[in-house]
């Protein structure tokens, strides 16, 4: 089997489960000396073809790491995303991962980013810098969350130089604070052991039994005046609800443990605000605190959590709800299981616009839904 091969072979194996990767989230890639082949923004790992890399010079990617860029974020980003097209080598159709620089940086043929359910569950929580450390020790390097691109490019680019000079060699597992995990190793094999040993390592000593997360389409008066509500726009309404949802949906106290997105991907599918609606609300309020939420948030409320029933998913078609689904189920799990590891830890106010109004995340989010 060639290395493009075992590298479709690798992407699709993680990105086929979605306790790994959800929707178009994480990113594979495979270099040699001269070329990087990484995963194109917004293609699903799943089922990825071909097709669905770009290739790059790793000359050109070397450009990147020694250029100077504005200090304005904007502009700095427009300019790395000029020279990151410079770079590519086929197809010129297809926008390479804005993490290629980081996948190029880590010195293993093969490296697979994912975003996994039950590592999140700890990188998304208050404890997370000291479970690493608890767990595994000098085997991982911990990064704090860092705006995504070429600055936490850079700031990887000095933990993974520090990490080398302390332990004199390469860090295998990379764990994101509020992100998710790089792993690298020269092939597929070393790559799905690592990842078994990360599970295992996060598990030891831990209650991690989830309520029932299987979504059940739901019906209520609430849904239906939502829909009315949103008919006009030619937006479609549907709710569901699992033992899971009903949890965070049990009052407003429960709803505060996912009240904000913890990763980038959460503002990506679902944006970065939420609407819970008290039970009783009757339809001249709820049309009030719906016109509040869009004049507070220049955007409708994608989820809409309904005290004591279900979850309200509003978009344009049944596709892209399911997606919002099945990203804010994730991000339920991720919360109820952070309380194993000291409690739920957001994303910053600072952290959350960057991601909304980054041009990157606005082209993954086009890809998605096409």
Request: glycine share 6%; with cysteine.
């Amino acid at each position: 089997m060639s290395s493009i091969q075992e590298l479709i072979e690798i992407s699709r194996h993680y990105g086929g489960d979605p306790s790994f990767v959800i929707a178009g989230g994480g990113n594979t890639s495979f270099k040699n000396e001269e070329r990087i082949w990484i995963k194109a923004s917004g293609i699903p790992l799943a089922g990825i073809e071909e097709s669905g890399f770009v290739c790059l010079s790793r000359k050109g990617l070397k450009e990147i790491e020694e250029n100077t860029y504005d200090e304005d974020s904007v502009i700095r980003e427009e300019q790395v995303k000029k020279d990151l097209q410079k770079a590519i080598l086929e197809p010129r159709n297809l926008r390479p991962s804005v993490e290629t620089s980081l996948h190029n940086l880590i010195d293993f043929s093969y490296i697979v980013h994912t975003h996994p359910t039950l590592i999140n569950a700890v990188m998304c929580a208050r404890d997370a810098k000291s479970e690493v450390e608890k767990r595994f020790g000098s085997d991982a390097l911990y990064v704090e969350y860092t705006d995504p691109g070429y600055i936490l490019f850079k700031k990887l680019q000095e933990e993974i130089l520090n990490y080398r000079q302390r332990y004199a060699s390469e860090p295998r597992i990379i764990f994101l604070q509020n992100h998710g995990v790089f792993v690298g190793a020269n092939s597929i094999s070393e790559v799905k052991e690592i990842y078994d040993s990360l599970v295992s390592r996060i598990e030891e000593g831990k209650d991690l039994e989830l309520p029932d997360a299987r979504n059940e389409p739901y019906q209520s008066k609430m849904r239906t005046m939502v829909s009315n509500y949103f008919a006009s726009r030619n937006l479609l309404s549907l709710a569901f609800k699992s033992p899971l949802s009903d949890h965070f949906a049990s009052a407003r106290e429960s709803y505060q443990k996912i009240s904000k997105p913890f990763t980038p991907d959460i503002i990506v599918y679902c944006k970065s605000n939420y609407l819970f609606i008290e039970e009783g609300v009757e339809w001249k309020e709820l049309e009030e605190k719906l016109a509040e939420f869009e004049k507070a948030h220049a955007y409708y409320p994608k989820v809409i959590v309904e005290e004591q029933g279900g979850l309200i998913i509003t978009e344009e078609n049944s596709k892209s709800i399911h997606t919002v689904l099945e990203v804010f189920s994730d991000m339920m799990k991720i919360s109820f299981l952070s309380e194993q590891f000291g409690g739920p830890h957001f994303m910053s106010a600072e952290q959350i616009s960057f991601i909304d109004n980054w041009e990157v995340e606005n082209y993954r989010r086009s890809v998605a839904k096409s």
